[in-house]
């Protein structure tokens, strides 16, 4: 879902009333909405009455002008009434064309210039089709014009700097098409601008600190450009801005100190700056603007210590430092921000130890700690942080053990501790989670048997017919979305989770027989139980894995013959068993012997049909082992950036994925 501030909301309430536009069927009503679509209706609509023969010439123009392959304009007639107009809506008194909405009809070819003789246009929405060339500067005539919507298109070139000086326009989105240049200077006679939306375009130079002159502006998305050098120093937004968007851009220097004119005061809720190349220590001033509930700056090179005025924020629900070289320990006063649902501070250089007192967070769904040098135990207290789905504390310098505290986390989705020096027994309610995904233990300490007693039958992990869709072989994704509600500005936060199903155990020092309860988890996707010191015989009962994609079991010293069943596993892509103490023969299906190094060093092994005493299995090279690991990483990495492609090329998608928050009429 995506954003819709009270004007947007209004303007949708009046947008369809007079006539059925493409891509939408129905009024969407709010009760401010309401009260002006029945004045509109009673003074100024027209469900009947001719349109001014100027307009209905000038709309015939922009007609011929596109292809309509849906029909869309199948209904624009000489001589029809203005209800019989998709997407018209048209003034009582004169007949003058006041909206022209068209979203999603499917439009093909240049935004004509014709649309400019509609002198008492107030609206023109052309959104998500694929109209291309230039903007006509000639948009700047329309001086009643207050809502342009041209998100979604080809349109390339500049943005005509005729529409920074229109008087009653209030919202810009240009989103997602081709325009190049630099922003135009918008003009104090622009007043009454309170939304831009920019994103996802070729835009370049630097942002004009003229831009702060919008002393309406609530909205600026100037995301996913190619804005460059660092932002004026005199940068200062009102108080009416709520939502500063600049993230994937090439921006440089230092964060302002001050992004607000009015301090405390400010009403800015949503910053985001990621991905550019910010440098410097963070401001302590960001965190002295007190409404904010989203904090954004991660993948920059940011530097020193998290101010302790984070404490400040107190409506804070998304904190993402991530991907920096932020430095120290992580402020106790974080524990003021007690709504936070998203922390992430991964891809640092942050040391010391948790807080106990971090289980004041609540409210806390995603903690991502991943890549610092933080170290010590996980505090029990933490436990008390029951609302945890996500929790990423890879790769950092962790001791101790699993504490039953933590079953607690009740809905946790996603557990990766690897990389750590955790030790001890794995607990044997380490799979009754109901919605875990993912449980990555590798390359830790653990040891003793792989617990089975308590194998959760309605988990994720055990129950199959996982739909398909996007995931990620060995790096799952959390794929964020915000949205802000359009009566209170209050955030609202999703996310979803794109990976396999998986159990990672990999590198630690767990011993004794593979349980045979483990392949009843039928959901598992990705398996992985190599470099331990596994013994006994591989359990026969893989059919039940039929989800089953990659099985490793290398590096261990499992003994006994190789079950047929593993034969069968259809949607396996991956197989290592080497370095193991097989013996017999490979099972005889062709399609087992298509994993090369799957069984190297297993001298007991022999080949399709062979006896014990027959030629063993040809062992392949080191290197060749190494080859055949490489493909399968490189082809697990084309289906994820083949997936992520998928996404790009589907506008809706590629809007989500890009930000977590993006306007939508």
């Given at each position: 879902?995506e954003?819709?501030?009270?004007?947007?909301?209004?303007?949708?309430?009046?947008?369809?009333?007079?006539?059925?536009?493409?891509?939408?069927?129905?009024?969407?009503?709010?009760?401010?909405?309401?009260?002006?679509?029945?004045?509109?209706?009673?003074?100024?609509?027209?469900?009947?009455?001719?349109?001014?023969?100027?307009?209905?010439?000038?709309?015939?123009?922009?007609?011929?002008?596109?292809?309509?392959?849906?029909?869309?304009?199948?209904?624009?007639?000489?001589?029809?009434?203005?209800?019989?107009?998709?997407?018209?809506?048209?003034?009582?008194?004169?007949?003058?064309?006041?909206?022209?909405?068209?979203?999603?009809?499917?439009l093909q070819?240049?935004?004509?210039?014709?649309?400019?003789?509609?002198?008492?246009?107030?609206?023109?929405?052309?959104?998500?089709?694929?109209?291309?060339?230039?903007?006509?500067?000639?948009?700047?005539?329309l001086?009643?014009?207050?809502?342009?919507?041209?998100?979604?298109?080809?349109?390339?070139?500049?943005?005509?700097?005729?529409l920074?000086?229109?008087?009653?326009?209030?919202?810009?989105?240009?989103?997602?098409?081709?325009?190049?240049?630099?922003?135009?200077?918008?003009?104090?006679?622009?007043?009454?601008?309170?939304?831009?939306?920019?994103?996802?375009?070729?835009?370049?130079?630097?942002?004009?600190?003229?831009?702060?002159?919008?002393?309406?502006?609530?909205?600026?998305?100037?995301?996913?450009?190619?804005?460059?050098?660092?932002?004026?120093?005199?940068?200062?937004?009102?108080?009416?801005?709520?939502?500063?968007?600049?993230?994937?851009?090439?921006?440089?220097?230092?964060?302002?100190?001050?992004?607000?004119?009015?301090?405390?005061?400010?009403?800015?809720?949503?910053?985001?700056?990621s991905?550019?190349?910010?440098?410097?220590?963070?401001?302590?001033?960001?965190?002295e603007?007190?409404?904010?509930?989203?904090v954004?700056?991660?993948?920059?090179?940011?530097?020193?210590?998290?101010?302790?005025?984070?404490?400040?924020?107190?409506?804070?629900?998304?904190?993402?430092?991530?991907?920096?070289?932020?430095?120290?320990?992580i402020?106790?006063?974080?524990?003021?921000?007690?709504?936070?649902?998203?922390?992430?501070?991964?891809?640092?250089?942050?040391?010391?130890?948790l807080?106990?007192?971090?289980?004041?967070?609540?409210?806390?769904?995603?903690?991502d700690?991943?890549?610092?040098?933080?170290?010590?135990?996980?505090?029990?207290?933490?436990?008390?942080?029951?609302?945890?789905?996500?929790?990423?504390?890879?790769?950092?310098?962790?001791?101790?053990?699993?504490?039953?505290?933590?079953?607690?986390?009740?809905?946790?989705?996603?557990?990766?501790?690897?990389?750590?020096?955790?030790?001890?027994?794995?607990?044997?309610?380490?799979?009754?989670?109901?919605?875990?995904?993912?449980?990555?233990?590798?390359?830790?300490?653990?040891?003793?048997?792989?617990?089975?007693?308590?194998?959760?039958?309605?988990?994720?992990?055990?129950?199959?017919?996982?739909?398909?869709?996007?995931?990620?072989?060995?790096?799952?994704?959390?794929?964020?979305?915000?949205?802000?509600?359009?009566?209170?500005?209050?955030?609202?936060?999703?996310?979803?989770?794109?990976?396999?199903?998986?159990?990672?155990?990999s590198?630690?020092?767990?011993?004794?027989?593979?349980?045979?309860?483990?392949?009843?988890?039928?959901?598992?996707?990705?398996?992985?139980?190599?470099?331990?010191?596994?013994?006994?015989?591989?359990?026969?009962?893989?059919?039940?894995m039929?989800?089953?994609?990659?099985?490793?079991?290398?590096?261990?010293?499992?003994?006994?013959?190789?079950?047929?069943?593993?034969?069968?596993?259809?949607n396996?892509?991956?197989?290592?068993?080497?370095?193991?103490?097989?013996?017999?023969?490979?099972?005889e299906?062709?399609?087992?012997?298509?994993?090369?190094?799957?069984?190297?060093?297993?001298?007991?092994?022999?080949?399709?049909?062979?006896?014990?005493?027959?030629?063993?299995?040809?062992?392949?090279?080191?290197?060749?082992?190494?080859?055949?690991?490489?493909?399968?990483?490189?082809?697990?990495?084309?289906?994820?950036?083949?997936?992520?492609?998928?996404?790009?090329?589907?506008?809706?998608?590629?809007?989500?994925?890009?930000?977590?928050?993006?306007?939508?009429?």
């Open positions: 879902m954003p819709s501030f009270p004007w947007r909301l209004f303007l949708s309430s009046i947008s369809f009333s007079a006539s059925k536009s493409c891509g939408e069927g129905f009024i969407l009503f709010s009760p401010i909405g309401f009260f002006f679509l029945i004045h509109l209706l009673v003074v100024a609509v027209s469900a009947g009455n001719d349109i001014h023969p100027g307009d209905s010439e000038a709309l015939l123009r922009f007609k011929s002008a596109v292809s309509d392959p849906s029909g869309s304009l199948s209904g624009w007639r000489t001589g029809s009434t203005c209800d019989l107009w998709p997407g018209l809506l048209c003034s009582n008194r004169t007949g003058r064309v006041l909206r022209l909405n068209l979203p999603s009809c499917s070819g240049p935004l004509h210039p014709s649309v400019c003789a509609l002198p008492a246009l107030q609206s023109l929405s052309l959104s998500e089709n694929r109209l291309s060339g230039e903007i006509p500067a000639c948009l700047g005539d001086r009643s014009l207050e809502t342009l919507d041209l998100r979604g298109n080809l349109l390339s070139g500049a943005v005509p700097l005729s920074s000086g229109l008087p009653r326009l209030q919202h810009v989105d240009l989103s997602r098409n081709e325009l190049s240049g630099t922003i135009p200077c918008f003009s104090a006679a622009a007043a009454a601008l309170s939304f831009v939306d920019l994103s996802v375009n070729s835009l370049s130079g630097g942002i004009p600190s003229c831009i702060s002159r919008l002393r309406s502006l609530n909205v600026l998305n100037l995301s996913v450009n190619s804005f460059r050098s660092p932002l004026p120093p005199f940068l200062r937004f009102s108080s009416e801005l709520a939502v500063l968007d600049l993230h994937s851009n090439d921006l440089s220097g230092r964060i302002p100190v001050e992004l607000s004119d009015s301090g405390s005061s400010s009403g800015l809720v949503f910053l985001d700056l991905f550019n190349r910010f440098s410097g220590e963070i401001s302590a001033g960001i965190f603007l007190r409404l904010l509930q989203a954004i700056l991660s993948h920059n090179s940011l530097s020193g210590e998290i101010p302790a005025s984070v404490g400040n924020l107190t409506n804070l629900q998304v904190l993402d430092l991530s991907v920096n070289s932020l430095s120290g320990s402020p106790l006063s974080l524990v003021g921000c007690f709504q936070l649902v998203e922390l992430k501070l991964k891809a640092n250089n942050l040391s010391g130890s807080h106990p007192e971090l289980d004041a967070l609540s409210s806390l769904r995603i903690l700690l991943s890549d610092n040098r933080i170290s010590g135990k996980i505090p029990l207290p933490l436990a008390g942080c029951k609302s945890l789905e996500i929790v990423d504390l890879s790769r950092n310098a962790f001791t101790g053990e699993f504490a039953d505290a933590f079953l607690k986390w009740t809905g946790l989705r996603m557990l990766s501790l690897a990389g750590n020096n955790f030790q001890g027994e794995l607990p044997s309610w380490i799979f009754s989670f109901d919605n875990l995904r993912v449980l990555n233990l590798s390359r830790n300490n653990f040891s003793g048997a792989i617990p089975e007693s308590i194998l959760n039958a309605d988990s994720v992990l055990a129950r199959g017919g996982d739909p398909p869709g996007l995931f990620v072989e060995f790096h799952p994704v959390v794929v964020v979305s915000i949205e802000i509600a359009p009566e209170n500005r209050q955030l609202g936060f999703s996310y979803d989770l794109l990976s396999a199903v998986t159990i990672d155990l590198g630690n020092y767990l011993s004794g027989e593979i349980p045979a309860g483990l392949l009843s988890l039928k959901g598992v996707q990705y398996l992985n139980l190599s470099y331990n010191s596994f013994s006994g015989g591989i359990p026969s009962g893989w059919a039940n039929s989800a089953l994609r990659s099985l490793d079991l290398s590096h261990n010293s499992l003994s006994g013959q190789i079950p047929a069943d593993i034969s069968d596993l259809e396996l892509t991956f197989l290592n068993l080497s370095y193991n103490c097989l013996t017999g023969s490979v099972p299906k062709k399609r087992i012997w298509s994993f090369q190094g799957a069984f190297v060093g297993n001298p007991g092994l022999c080949g399709e049909g062979c006896s014990a005493n027959d030629i063993p299995v040809p062992v392949v090279s080191d290197g060749e082992e190494f080859m055949s690991m490489t493909a399968f990483a490189v082809s697990a990495g084309m289906s994820f950036y083949l997936s992520i492609g998928a996404l790009f090329l589907w506008p809706q998608s590629r809007n989500y994925v890009l930000r977590p928050w993006k306007p939508e009429s």
